[in-house]
């Protein structure tokens, strides 16, 4: 099974700033890796996919790059509005397709 | 605009059964793959498993394996989520989610989850 680490666990951010969150996978996935956001109550929703596209209707603040093991989810001029959990979720090994734990985003 | 609706959700005891439902609206859903995953109560995302477009291959993750069956029905826009002996780890809200049409590993539209208790 594929492992992924999200890292922080928890961000805490100012509006306007950046966030940068982190997916390091136990092994390589290649691009085949995806963000979702997850506001409290509500369905996850589908942020990037192909490490680096994002999906319709996502506002280019969201930003995904990475290949390999090591990916990265760039979130600029943050708004109160992103505060969520956000997680990381591979499909180049599978089944299982596996989650990572999530990393919290705090807007302060 | 596509649209996924579980039902059947409930509090059940440890060892019976529940059969969770989602229906499909807004796009082709016999073209399309389905998944099932889980979220306990303030935990992450855990798949459980996915069908294809014609119900002929099926995917589980261990933890459900033997246990759970997934199924569809194409003249229904419907996919179902059987689950058999059940646990209390099985509590969690489930999400029946769409997988998009280049690899079908990735879900890109979920519905809003039916939450599913198992206690005596």
């Known amino acids: 099974e594929t492992v992924l680490t999200q890292s922080p666990g928890t961000l805490s951010v100012s509006p306007g700033e950046t966030a940068t969150l982190s997916c390091r996978a136990s092994?390589?996935?290649?691009?085949?890796l995806a963000w979702y956001q997850q506001k409290p109550g509500q369905a996850p929703r589908l942020l990037i996919h192909?490490?680096?596209t994002r999906a319709t209707g996502v506002p280019a603040r969201f930003s995904g790059y990475g290949s390999g093991t090591e990916f990265t989810l760039i979130i600029s001029s943050l708004q109160s509005e992103d505060s969520a959990v956000y997680y990381c979720?591979?499909?180049?090994?599978?089944?299982?397709?596996?989650f990572g734990q999530g990393t919290r985003l705090e807007i302060k | 605009q596509v649209q996924l609706v579980e039902s059947g959700g409930g509090v059940v005891q440890p060892g019976r059964s529940l059969r969770l439902s989602c229906a499909a609206a807004?796009?082709?859903?016999?073209?399309?793959?389905l998944h099932w995953v889980r979220q306990a109560p303030g935990k992450g995302l855990e798949w459980i498993g996915l069908?294809?477009?014609?119900?002929?291959?099926?995917y589980y993750a261990d933890s459900v394996r033997g246990r759970f069956t997934i199924s569809r029905d194409n003249s229904k826009d419907m996919v179902y989520l059987q689950m058999d002996s059940l646990r209390p780890e099985d509590t969690a809200v489930y999400y029946c989610?769409?997988?998009?049409?280049?690899?079908?590993?990735?879900?890109?539209?979920w519905g809003q989850g039916a939450l599913v208790t198992v206690s005596s």
């Open positions: 979720h591979q499909s180049k090994h599978w089944p299982p397709i596996t």
């Open positions: 989610s769409r997988g998009d049409p280049a690899t079908h590993t990735v879900s890109d539209f």
């Open positions: 069908i294809s477009y014609d119900g002929n291959n099926k």
């Open positions: 807004g796009f082709s859903f016999s073209s399309y793959a």
């Open positions: 092994q390589s996935v290649d691009t085949k």
């Open positions: 192909g490490a680096s």
